[in-house]
């Protein structure tokens, strides 16, 4: 009997191992993807802003988003590359980089009906929660369908992405009330920096027990 419950507790210590090496390796890689990630539209608002390149700072800050994105999903499918349940690298980072763009687009929209003085009151609320919803579910949908034919109960993956980013978009809001039009270029730059990390350890850290559970299922195919 003894023996049995030691090589059950080995067998348990093994299976445990994989797993706590890649929430910890899942952590540091997407806090690094988003926290770089986000550095790029951070810093095409801030370079456009009140200058000539101004009129196309919407589309440059999408076109951002797209950049973001991919950095994300390279650093989300290189986490789990190791494992057999690792996401297909490019198909991951294409899907990831769409949403990205849908979320910023959402985004911005709201931000530009916000600033219209033409749009009710109601329907900016509502156009708001719609924009919202769609905007933190697009790249975790996007995400599952890639993967769910692989990948038993992925659908969990939306619910929990989205409210992992909800609770990390906040810290991207907090500068608002410190920062104006006579905060220094690099001021700003450091400012929406340190927020986009928070941000990143944020979602990497909510989303990781659930990452591990899909795609470190089985033990590494080599050790990171």
């Known amino acids: 009997m003894a023996i049995v419950s030691s090589a059950q507790g080995v067998a348990s210590t093994g299976v445990r191992v994989p797993q706590l090496r890649f929430r910890r390796r899942w952590i540091l890689f997407v806090m690094v993807g988003e926290a770089v990630g986000f550095c790029v539209p951070a810093a095409a608002g801030a370079l456009t802003a009140g200058t000539a390149w101004e009129q ?21 499918a290189l986490a789990a590359r190791p494992y057999d349940g690792r996401p297909h690298l490019w198909s991951w980072i294409a899907v990831t980089a769409l949403g990205a763009a849908v979320a910023w687009t959402c985004g911005l929209t709201v931000s530009a009906l916000g600033r219209s003085s033409t749009v009710p009151l109601a329907a900016f609320i509502a156009a708001a929660i719609v924009l919202g919803v769609v905007g933190l579910i697009a790249m975790p949908t996007l995400q599952w369908a890639s993967m769910r034919s692989t990948t038993p109960q992925s659908v969990l993956w939306i619910p929990v992405n989205a409210g992992a980013w909800a609770v990390g978009v906040v810290w991207t809001l907090l500068p608002f009330p410190f920062i104006d039009g006579s905060t220094p270029l690099r001021g700003l730059i450091v400012v929406y920096a340190l ?29 990171d």
């Open 56 to 76: 196309w700072q919407t589309l440059l800050l999408i076109l951002a988003g797209v950049v973001e994105g991919a950095l994300l999903g390279a650093a989300q």
């Open 195 to 223: 927020a986009g990390l928070f941000m990143a350890i944020t979602v990497a850290a909510f989303t990781a027990p659930l990452a591990r559970r899909f795609f470190a299922g089985a033990e590494p195919q080599k050790i």
